[in-house]
């Protein structure tokens, strides 16, 4: 672990007494320690994407959700009480520590000036009994009584028995879908409730305790977590499934973000080729001159297929619609509740690419990602084989990546190619390491 994580690298605030580190330090050397080991190696260089990323690692490890908001204070240092009990405890179990308490031990026996064998490392003092502390001492411990009622009772302990959660689509498989959300938290306690669609937490809406119902929208295809949560605490995640009728195209102003406009090509299909054309994109009344992303999604009924045991192979190339410096392909393969995504691009575009398996987000502003740089105007054969857990990437018949990782997505939920500019897909076969092919398509019948 780098250098700065074992030090002190902090000044003693107001907070702080002699034995030690203050409770506002140590919150910052943790949230630093949780972004080096998540890969980053200067915590203040963070971005939108990096404290979203740590946020849903966090929440996977722990089961508690600790908004951006919350992340991007705590390593600012921007707070000024500490943060709840169930927030301390999921950012120090996260480095597997048993509990913020322990955590706060140790980092104090690390300095050498806190306990030692739960000994306070000063002279003792002699201790005559005087009735003027005893009182005092009666109301501190029926203080410390009841304040461990109220821990008992705050949200972080909060079982999913507590509370109910459902979800009925309106229509079949549309899209926009609106969906009717049924809840129930009224015998928990907290300060705010919330529902999230899916894992973009811009997506995130705010609940009354006392109703019971929330419809919302669903813009795109494909298989949502939607989550319940009490604070920043996930109580229940439910699933929803919108599954497309073959290939399903659109826009997005932004990579990940934004509302998607739709596209329908009269035929998908061209030369042999999954393809969409400059005319596709005019037709469906989207502008090409912007800098926008375009999808291609497919996501069927049903996969039946472990995200931990498959084998992906296509064909890819780039078509730029307008002026693209660096152009990009992001082969992605959708799971129930991750995905395996990776980015190619140009030689000299690599800084910008990215690879996402299991628990490991790679970002190309941090690691050497330069094998993922190839000439995407040409043709390129890309095969990704995951086998047990173990994932490799091949782009033209030669291994570029493999790492190996513990977190499962599940099933396969589909199938999404998006671009900075258009993208051409051929000859694909997704197919069981036991040989059971799932979809195929060389596109010559259509």
Same mark, same amino acid.
């Given at each position: 672990?780098?250098?700065?994580?074992?030090?002190?690298?902090?000044?003693?605030?107001?907070?702080?007494?002699?034995?030690?580190?203050?409770?506002?330090?140590?919150?910052?050397?943790?949230?630093?320690?949780?972004?080096?080991?998540?890969?980053?190696?200067?915590?203040?260089?963070?971005?939108?994407?990096?404290?979203?990323?740590?946020?849903?690692?966090?929440?996977?490890?722990?089961?508690?959700?600790?908004?951006?908001?919350?992340?991007?204070?705590?390593?600012?240092?921007?707070?000024?009480?500490?943060?709840?009990?169930?927030?301390?405890?999921?950012?120090?179990?996260?480095?597997?520590?048993?509990?913020?308490?322990?955590?706060?031990?140790?980092?104090?026996?690390?300095?050498?000036?806190?306990?030692?064998?739960?000994?306070?490392?000063?002279?003792?003092?002699?201790?005559?009994?005087?009735?003027?502390?005893?009182?005092?001492?009666?109301?501190?411990?029926?203080?410390?009584?009841?304040?461990?009622?109220?821990?008992?009772?705050?949200?972080?302990?909060?079982?999913?028995?507590?509370?109910?959660?459902?979800?009925?689509?309106?229509?079949?498989?549309?899209?926009?879908?609106?969906?009717?959300?049924?809840?129930?938290?009224?015998?928990?306690?907290?300060?705010?409730?919330?529902?999230?669609? #899916?894992?973009? &937490? +811009?997506?995130? $809406?705010?609940?009354?305790? %006392?109703?019971?119902?929330?419809?919302?929208? !669903? =813009?795109?295809?494909?298989?949502?977590?939607?989550?319940?949560?009490?604070?920043?605490?996930?109580?229940?995640?439910?699933?929803?499934?919108?599954?497309?009728?073959?290939?399903?195209?659109?826009?997005?102003?932004?990579?990940?973000?934004?509302?998607?406009?739709?596209?329908?090509?009269?035929?998908?299909?061209?030369?042999?080729?999954? #393809?969409?054309? &400059? +005319?596709?994109? $005019?037709?469906?009344?989207? %502008?090409?001159?912007?800098?926008?992303?375009? !999808? =291609?999604?497919?996501?069927?009924?049903?996969?039946?297929?472990?995200?931990?045991?498959?084998?992906?192979?296509?064909?890819?190339?780039?078509?730029?619609?307008?002026?693209?410096?660096?152009?990009?392909?992001?082969?992605?393969?959708?799971?129930?509740?991750?995905?395996?995504?990776?980015?190619?691009?140009?030689?000299?575009?690599?800084?910008?690419?990215?690879?996402?398996?299991?628990?490991?987000?790679?970002?190309?502003?941090?690691?050497?990602?330069?094998?993922?740089?190839?000439?995407?105007?040409?043709?390129?054969?890309?095969?990704?084989?995951?086998?047990?857990?173990?994932?490799?990437?091949?782009?033209?018949?030669?291994?570029?990546?493999?790492?190996?990782?513990?977190?499962?997505?599940?099933?396969?939920?589909?199938?999404?190619?998006?671009?900075?500019?258009?993208?051409?897909?051929?000859?694909?076969?997704?197919?069981?390491?036991?040989?059971?092919?799932?979809?195929?398509?060389?596109?010559?019948?259509?």
């Amino acid at each position: 672990m780098p250098g700065f994580l074992l030090q002190n690298p902090f000044k003693s605030h107001s907070n702080s007494n002699q034995t030690g580190l203050s409770d506002k330090e140590l919150v910052k050397i943790c949230l630093a320690e949780i972004s080096h080991k998540s890969g980053y190696a200067d915590a203040k260089a963070l971005r939108q994407r990096d404290f979203e990323f740590l946020s849903n690692e966090i929440e996977n490890s722990t089961g508690v959700l600790i908004s951006i908001s919350t992340i991007k204070r705590l390593l600012n240092g921007q707070f000024n009480h500490l943060p709840q009990a169930a927030t301390l405890n999921a950012i120090t179990a996260y480095l597997g520590y048993g509990s913020w308490q322990e955590f706060r031990k140790i980092k104090q026996q690390e300095t050498g000036l806190g306990t030692t064998n739960g000994t306070v490392n000063r002279k003792k003092r002699k201790f005559r009994f005087s009735y003027r502390i005893f009182i005092p001492v009666i109301a501190v411990t029926l203080f410390l009584l009841s304040a461990s009622l109220v821990y008992l009772l705050k949200p972080g302990n909060v079982e999913e028995k507590d509370v109910s959660f459902s979800v009925k689509k309106t229509t079949s498989n549309d899209i926009p879908n609106t969906v009717v959300f049924t809840y129930d938290v009224t015998k928990v306690n907290g300060d705010s409730f919330f529902i999230q669609q #899916s894992w973009d &937490r +811009d997506r995130r $809406v705010k609940i009354e305790k %006392n109703k019971h119902t929330l419809t919302d929208i !669903y =813009y795109e295809p494909g298989y949502h977590n939607a989550k319940l949560m009490v604070n920043d605490q996930v109580v229940k995640t439910i699933d929803v499934s919108i599954p497309t009728k073959g290939w399903f195209f659109f826009s997005k102003p932004g990579l990940f973000k934004g509302l998607p406009s739709r596209i329908t090509p009269k035929m998908p299909v061209k030369n042999g080729v999954l #393809s969409l054309t &400059r +005319d596709d994109i $005019v037709a469906s009344k989207v %502008n090409p001159e912007l800098p926008n992303f375009y !999808y =291609y999604t497919l996501f069927p009924e049903a996969c039946n297929v472990e995200s931990d045991n498959f084998i992906l192979k296509a064909r890819i190339r780039f078509k730029a619609v307008n002026n693209v410096t660096c152009p990009m392909i992001m082969p992605e393969i959708c799971e129930q509740s991750n995905s395996l995504y990776f980015f190619t691009t140009l030689p000299g575009c690599t800084s910008n690419t990215g690879v996402n398996v299991g628990e490991h987000l790679l970002n190309g502003k941090t690691t050497d990602l330069s094998s993922f740089g190839v000439d995407i105007y040409q043709w390129q054969d890309m095969e990704v084989i995951v086998q047990n857990k173990t994932a490799r990437i091949f782009i033209g018949n030669r291994e570029i990546f493999s790492a190996a990782y513990t977190r499962s997505g599940g099933l396969i939920t589909g199938l999404t190619f998006t671009s900075n500019g258009l993208c051409e897909i051929d000859d694909i076969s997704l197919r069981g390491t036991d040989g059971k092919v799932v979809y195929e398509n060389d596109f010559e019948q259509q």
